[in-house]
């Protein structure tokens, strides 16, 4: 019973000894505020149906990271749209703007409704 006791007391402090530091935030908390107003608009590639600024997919981080560097840069909030845009495409914004490409995202439910 004793070396149960032992090697259960071991696991636990190994475990606790892995544990992951928390992801460390911007140093400025105005780039923080700013990353967040940015990442809400725009979709999770990985989980589609959350919020960049929400999900805790390794691309998320990831995004979120480089949108942190280009709001570091000085880049304003449109060419950081502009930028996932051209990278990812319309479907990254939560509300991709209405063009014959995005006509199926806009009026697709509806077709799919009266079917």
Do not use: H
């Amino acid at each position: 019973m004793k070396s149960l006791f032992w090697i259960l007391l071991t696991c636990v402090c190994l475990n606790t000894s892995f544990a992951k530091d928390a992801a460390p935030l911007a140093d400025d908390p105005v780039v923080e505020q700013r990353l967040i107003s940015i990442s809400e608009e725009m979709r999770c590639l990985v989980c589609q149906n959350e919020s960049l600024a929400g999900s805790r997919s390794d691309l998320a981080n990831d995004l979120r990271r480089e949108i942190r560097i280009l709001i570091q840069e000085g880049k304003s909030d449109d060419q950081i749209r502009a930028f996932m845009v051209e990278r990812y495409g319309d479907f990254v914004l939560y509300r991709p703007p209405v063009k014959p490409i995005t006509w199926l995202l806009w009026i697709g439910p509806f077709v799919i409704l009266v079917i």
